[in-house]
T-cell receptor, first 113, second 110 residues
């Protein structure tokens, strides 16, 4: 069964460093999302991406964040200068054109020291 | 404002007892409602959605528009039901985001 894959599974970084989280969505999907979950809190929407552009972003998704689909398969989330409060589990998700079901990756745990 | 409320952070139920996980929502328009589940060390996955009216793993959920609720129910809990359960909603457009409640941890006692 096809699934969304994310790398790395865990990344530890120093405050102020740039981080890139990678996702390979399911191959025929058209809609891509990043969510995050701070420990003990709910899963929060960050950004949605369709037709090679951002379709919606939350207030969390400020100028420090960017997304890219560089080669038609990967979907990346970049945090330019990480802050302590960026420590969270980041989930990538994708959706096909038909159903509304979101398929999630296993997540990338980011720890900012 | 769009909001999903799950009032219980933790629900402990004995094996064989009925389960009800509460979910209320706020949305201007007609949302699509979902329940997602996350078993230990696994990814978030869709359990069921209101438009399909299915029963998955013995779970059902009925959308009550008057009470703006979408409670998840199962008549007889099983130990393998222990997991984190998230109620979620989305608009009806294909690219609409899904927003999640805070989740309820269901713990089935032997």
């Amino acid at each position: 069964e096809p699934e969304v894959t994310q790398t790395p599974s865990h990344q530890v970084t120093q405050m102020g460093q740039e981080v890139i989280l990678r996702c390979v969505p399911i191959s025929n999907h058209l809609y891509f999302y990043w969510y995050r979950q701070i420990l003990g809190q709910k899963v929060e929407f960050l950004v949605s991406f369709y037709n090679n552009e951002i379709s919606e972003k939350s207030e969390i998704f400020d100028d420090q964040f960017s997304v890219e689909r560089p080669d038609g398969s990967n979907f990346t989330l970049k945090i330019r200068s990480t802050k302590l409060e960026d420590s969270a589990m980041y989930f990538c998700a994708s959706k096909g054109s038909g159903t509304g079901e979101l398929f999630f990756g296993e997540g990338s745990r980011l720890t900012v020291l | 404002a769009q909001r999903v409320t799950q009032p219980e952070k933790l629900l402990s139920v004995f094996k064989g007892a009925p389960v009800e996980l509460k979910c209320n929502y706020s949305y201007s328009g007609s949302p699509e409602l979902f329940w997602y589940v996350q078993y230990s060390r696994q990814r978030l996955q869709l359990l069921l959605r209101h438009i399909s009216r299915e029963s998955i793993k013995g779970f059902t959920a009925d959308l009550n528009k008057g009470e703006t609720s979408f409670h998840l129910k199962k008549p007889f809990a099983q130990e393998e039901d222990s997991a984190m359960y998230y109620c979620a909603l989305s608009g009806m457009n294909r690219d609409d985001k899904i927003i999640f409640g805070k989740g309820t941890r269901l713990h089935i006692l032997p």
